[in-house]
């Protein structure tokens, strides 16, 4: 009977490992809200354990995808901007494929900046100069590739294109911007054109669409400088859209939630929530209680949480936009959640924290620094990749140097 019960024992723990995959831009949902169940807390006065370091991730900023064992990633090196597979419990390499002969040149940092999207069999893969590749899992070969410049008419911002593309069932929508229609649609398998947003035709932000279901009508939602829209991911017709007063450079995702979709960006222009109805959609409120650079905002359980420009640390309620607290204990950052708790990095000095989602204040359970840290980023940059946690696992970049921890909870 031993050997029986350690080979269900060994059966149950490999299953476990794969409890949920990380397979696009802030998760399954777009959401950042980890499938991990539990994690680790609070952590150990030197941080959880390092499990593995890659060194040779290339430059750039590009997140992650973790789909089975598998981790998927970008990076710049000198014959161009790559995708990269590891093995994402033990770090070890498995294939690179060349996404674009280009590296895009940056004040604040060359490379890319996007996660690559995993769906089915394969993978689909922004570069900085705007090349949209799909990519077999298995080895990385190509199957097809559009320049979203060159051959979508797109138009290329100062930070180039950062967006993580939205496969829905057998199309891939990216957002080119420009005359042609700031949308695209693309058929996943060949890479032909679908569709244009021919109702939207400005130039393409930061930000990356999100796809929702509201009343009945499910939407692509994306945020620009001047305005947040939403059309049918069928055709690309215009369903409504709501001015937003952007400046400079508008990244954070959307977030929506039960008929309500809150947008925020960085530059002294804060936050709002609209109520979604009709062509043009009620504004809740507009306030600066959170003014989101590029961090993120997480909202768990009616609580929107993030770093603002002003005032730190910052949790606000999600219907009524009013600041329950704010924080000052790390610097500004990136963020994600895991079973109740965020981990914040801050990106100056690399500091990760994990604090209890609450609504009654910061609630710190330990810390650490990430390291080791790039001698190769510029003066401008800093450590701006997200983290990701998923299957007992905490993903951070600085650059070439990704890094894998244990957070496995109880």
Not at 20 to 35: L, M, V
Request: proline share 5%; net charge neutral; aromatic share 10%.
């Amino acid at each position: 009977m031993k050997p029986l019960l350690s080979l269900f024992l060994l059966a149950i723990s490999s299953a476990s490992l794969w409890a949920g995959d990380w397979p696009q831009w802030r998760g399954a949902q777009r959401d950042d809200h980890s499938p991990d169940a539990s994690i680790l807390h609070p952590w150990p006065a030197a941080g959880p354990k390092q499990q593995w370091v890659f060194k040779e991730a290339g430059l750039g900023y590009a997140g992650f995808s973790v789909v089975g064992d598998r981790l998927y990633t970008l990076g710049a090196f000198e014959g161009g901007e790559q995708v990269i597979c590891l093995d994402a419990v033990s770090g070890e390499k498995k294939w690179a494929a060349v996404l674009d002969k280009r590296v895009y040149p940056n004040n604040w940092g060359d490379g890319p900046r996007s996660t690559p999207t995993v769906a089915g069999d394969k993978l689909y893969a922004l570069s900085a100069s705007g090349v949209l590749g799909c990519l077999s899992l298995k080895d990385g070969a190509l199957v097809w590739q559009v320049d979203l410049v060159a051959d979508l008419g797109g138009e290329l911002q100062d930070w180039g294109y950062t967006e993580s593309v939205l496969v829905d069932g057998e199309q891939v929508i990216c957002t080119p911007g420009g005359k042609q229609g700031t949308l695209a649609a693309l058929d996943k398998n060949t890479g032909k054109l679908r569709w244009r947003s021919a109702g939207i035709k400005e130039p393409a932000q930061y930000a990356s669409p999100i796809l929702i279901n509201h009343a009945g009508q499910r939407q692509v939602i994306q945020l620009l400088t001047r305005k947040v829209f939403g059309v049918n991911p069928d055709n690309g017709e215009l369903l409504w859209e709501s001015q937003f007063p952007g400046r400079v450079a508008v990244i954070p995702t959307p977030i929506y939630r039960d008929g309500y979709l809150y947008v925020t960006a960085g530059y002294g222009v804060g936050c709002r929530l609209l109520k979604l109805g009709g062509k043009e959609p009620e504004v809740v409120y507009e306030n600066n209680n959170m003014v989101n650079h590029h961090g993120g905002v997480i909202l768990v359980d009616g609580k929107l949480y993030g770093h603002s420009d002003k005032g730190g640390w910052t949790c606000q309620d999600f219907l009524t936009g009013e600041t329950l607290w704010k924080d000052e204990s790390l610097g500004k950052g990136g963020v994600g959640f895991a079973a109740g708790h965020l981990v914040c990095v801050d990106e100056k000095s690399g500091a990760v924290a994990l604090v209890e989602a609450s609504p009654v204040g910061w609630k710190e359970q330990g810390r650490f620094t990430l390291s080791p840290q790039t001698t190769q980023r510029k003066p401008q940059g800093k450590i701006w990749t997200h983290p990701v946690i998923v299957n007992g696992r905490l993903y951070l970049r600085d650059q070439e140097y990704l890094q894998c921890y244990d957070v496995k909870g109880s």
